[in-house]
C-alpha cells in the first residue's frame, strides 16, 4: 500500500471515531487539534497550541534564504506574519503539503509598491517525494523555496492536528 493511501485511511478512520470536535483519540493515543500555529524563524520551530498552551513542537527548515520576510517571488524567503491554513494536499511533491494563506493583500500591496510579484505557493509539507539529496540534508539545514518543511513523520502529525482555518503567525 502506498504512503498516501495508508494517510488516507487512516484519516478516514480518525474521522468515523466518536470524538469531540477538538480531539481525536484512539484507544491508546489522544490527540486535541491546535487551535493557533506559531512559526519561530530563528529558532527553526514550529509550536502548535490550544487555548493558548503549548501541544506539541517540532524542528522545520525554511526557505533557502530565511532572514527577513518573503518581499517577492524568488527571494528563497519564508513568510512573515498573520495568516491561515487553508488548502490541504495529501497528493502533493512533498509529503503531504498545508498551503498558508500568503500573499495577504498587505503583501500584494507591499509588492505591488515595489513593483514586483509577491510569490506564492507557501506550504507546510514534509519531504520531497523523490529525494535529490541524503535524506539527512533536509532535515539539518534550510532548502525549501520559501515553505516550512518537517520530516515526514512530524507532518503527519501537524496534518492531522490541525484543521482547516486554523491560524498561522509566522514570526522572525
Excluded at 517525494?129 to 520530516?151: E, F, M, Q
Aim: proline letters at 8%.
Amino acid at each position: 500500500m502506498s504512503p498516501r493511501l495508508a494517510i488516507l485511511g487512516l484519516c478516514v478512520a480518525l474521522a468515523a471515531l466518536p470524538v469531540r470536535a477538538d480531539t481525536f483519540s484512539s484507544p491508546r493515543r489522544s490527540f486535541e487539534t491546535a487551535d493557533h500555529v506559531v512559526v519561530f524563524k530563528s529558532e527553526r520551530r514550529l509550536v502548535l497550541y490550544r487555548d493558548g498552551h503549548e501541544l506539541k513542537s517540532f524542528h522545520v527548515s525554511l526557505g533557502l534564504s530565511p532572514k527577513g520576510p518573503k518581499q517577492q517571488e524568488g527571494d528563497f524567503r519564508t513568510p512573515e506574519g498573520h495568516y491561515l491554513l487553508t488548502r490541504r494536499n495529501p497528493d502533493s511533491d512533498y509529503y503531504l503539503s498545508i498551503q498558508v494563506s500568503y500573499p495577504d493583500a498587505a503583501d500584494i500591496a507591499a509588492a505591488r509598491k515595489a513593483g514586483v510579484q509577491p510569490g506564492g505557493a507557501i506550504m507546510i509539507h514534509g519531504l520531497p517525494n523523490v529525494l535529490k539529496h541524503p535524506r539527512r540534508r533536509y532535515l539539518d539545514s534550510d532548502w525549501t523555496d520559501g515553505c516550512i518543511a518537517l520530516s515526514d513523520n512530524d507532518m503527519l502529525e501537524v496534518w492531522l492536528r490541525t484543521t482547516p482555518d486554523t491560524p498561522i503567525e509566522i514570526l522572525p
